[in-house]
């Protein structure tokens, strides 16, 4: 290349950034700009937990007790290999399924998390667009944020609602009604919430529902001034149902606290069996880690269980999900769907999860740390993210459907066989 030449090219490129400066300086400047910059979901995590927070953090990030089984979630997931075949001749790959008879683009839900609203205004409502722009199913919990209706008149894509069972049974049903108005395709009732988990980052911290204001939360207020203008510009912390409520406590209570005075412990099956007459249509059911447990739902008829241990946010020493999984695919997967939930944070954890049985994955704290980290932007950039990983590691591994995943693509690694935290058995 000769000098002018080389001159030449050096001019092209700055008036080049020169034109695109400011659309430059908005994606470095704005809130979903910097999330955007983000290469996974632990860099979208640590971006969060400087945005917002730290005890609005610490509730999204905390589990129960020493945290045993949420970090088994995640290393156990990473026990297991993905073996490649070679010269498979793709030439493009087929990320979509079906969950309970409807087609998907990604086999990816949203999963219901409670609150959210206190991590970014834009709430359940953002993350639910992030997950149908992807071709997903969004799961609302009965603890968000934004109701029933509100959700689907923002949120026209298809929408599952998740039910915790209260002791006013009442309220329950009428939960379950208004789900089945705005068109609700299916009820998740969680079952694995008898009693709130011992999550100690929330005791530390005085987490309360609804927040309480003291020196601590206005001092982490000012140190987070964007989340602090938010939140006290659109404050959205509970629904209409869920605010409710609280309004019957005399005053802000802890989680714990909150958890154990409306959840029902004395659920059973019976209480399954009552909520089949209240709801027409599908029913799953969340939280379970046991064969026996999963056999009982096929025999009550429901369409699917979710394999979940909540995150490791109730009993800590509870196995991981990915190690429960292939028992109960092994037991019941010919009669109902099986979904898991529980540590994915890549791509490649999709896989692995397919290949043991798993219908679809939810995601819950990767999807609301994206939120944290950008609004709706940041959620839709997590969404993106698990999305183009999952088609890269099926490209890689030679496999050109999600539907032809099975075992034989998995191995244990050494170290998982040393410590036996999986099999195929």
């Known amino acids: 290349m000769t000098q002018e030449g080389f001159f030449g090219l050096v001019g092209h490129q700055l008036r080049s950034d020169l034109a695109s400066a400011p659309a430059t300086a908005r994606r470095w400047l704005s809130e ?36 045993l089984t949420k970090a088994r979630n995640e290393a156990d997931l990473r026990g297991i290999a993905v073996i490649p075949r070679m010269l498979a001749g793709l030439t493009e790959v087929d990320l979509s399924t079906t969950v309970l008879g409807q087609r998907i683009e990604v086999p990816l839900l949203g999963a219901p998390t409670g609150t959210t609203g206190l991590v970014h205004h834009e709430g359940e409502v953002g993350i639910a667009r992030a997950v149908h722009s992807a071709g997903g199913v969004y799961v609302l919990s009965s603890s968000g944020s934004r109701g029933i209706g509100e959700l689907a008149q923002l949120c026209p894509g298809p929408r599952w609602f998740q039910l915790y069972v209260a002791r006013d049974h009442d309220l329950a049903r009428q939960l379950v009604e208004l789900a089945s108005e705005h068109g609700y395709s299916a009820l998740v009732v969680t079952v694995d919430v008898q009693r709130s988990g011992r999550r100690e980052r929330d005791l530390r911290n005085g987490f309360t529902v609804p927040p309480r204001v003291t020196a601590r939360s206005l001092a982490q207020g000012l140190r987070q001034p964007r989340w602090s203008f938010n939140f006290v510009r659109r404050p959205r912390i509970l629904s209409e149902a869920a605010l409710t409520a609280a309004r019957t406590e005399a005053q802000a209570v802890s989680l714990v606290e909150r958890i154990n005075r409306q959840f029902d412990p004395a659920l059973s099956w019976n209480d399954i069996a009552w909520l089949q007459e209240q709801w027409s249509g599908p029913i799953l059911i969340k939280g379970l880690l046991r064969v026996d447990d999963a056999r009982q739902a096929a025999r009550m008829g429901l369409a699917g269980v979710i394999v979940s241990n909540h995150g490791g946010r109730q009993l800590d020493q509870a196995p991981s999900s990915i190690s429960a999984l292939p028992g109960i695919v092994d037991a019941v997967g010919s009669e109902l769907e099986v979904y898991m939930d529980g540590g994915i944070r890549r791509g490649v954890d999709v896989v692995k999860a397919l290949a043991l049985g798993a219908r679809a994955c939810l995601l819950g704290r990767a999807l609301v740390y994206g939120l944290g980290a950008g609004g709706e932007a940041g959620a839709r950039h997590a969404m993106s993210l698990m999305v183009d990983e999952l088609r890269l590691a099926m490209t890689l591994a030679g496999c050109g459907s999600v539907r032809e995943l099975d075992r034989s693509w998995l191995r244990m690694t050494p170290e998982a066989e040393r410590s036996a935290a999986w099999s195929t058995s």
Do not use: K, S
């Open 32 to 67: 979903g700009g910097r999330a955007e910059r983000c290469l996974n979901i632990a860099e979208l995590r640590a971006l969060a937990r400087r945005r917002i927070p730290r005890a609005v953090f610490d509730y999204v990030d905390g589990a129960a007790g020493d945290e």
